[in-house]
């Protein structure tokens, strides 16, 4: 079983930043993708960014450019580096990830992300 631990997650003003991060821990394997989905109220919940063990990166568009997704393989954990933020970037952060010969995705609880003056 996986578990995954998320934080930095906070109220931030426009323009300002965040670094998310998620750390794996429980009986595990090495990890493969591993990635930040977010969800607003009424929203669908929406890829955000994933990252491959190899280091290929993939974002939304509307977060390109702002959002930096990065892993320490080594230690298996995962950061998101938010910065210009957005109001409409509020949503509750998900961390995700898969492990290496596996299907089934595990989820962490989500962190609140608030964007607002």
């Known amino acids: 079983q996986v578990q995954l631990e998320e934080s930095g997650g906070g109220l931030v003003q426009p323009g300002g930043s965040l670094r998310l991060s998620c750390v794996p821990s429980?009986?595990?394997?090495?990890?493969?993708?591993m990635g930040w989905y977010r969800q607003a109220p009424g929203k669908q919940r929406e890829l955000v960014a994933s990252?491959?063990?190899?280091?290929?990166?993939n974002y939304s568009d509307s977060v390109k450019g702002r959002f930096t997704i990065s892993r320490d393989n080594a230690k298996n954990t995962m950061y998101l580096q938010m910065n210009s933020l957005k109001p409409e970037d509020t949503a509750v952060y998900y961390c995700?990830?898969?492990?290496?010969?596996?299907?089934?995705?595990?989820w962490g609880q989500g962190t609140q992300v608030t964007v607002s003056s």
């Open positions: 995700t990830v898969r492990q290496i010969f596996r299907t089934a995705n595990y």
């Open positions: 429980g009986s595990i394997s090495r990890l493969s993708v």
């Open positions: 990252i491959t063990r190899g280091g290929d990166t």
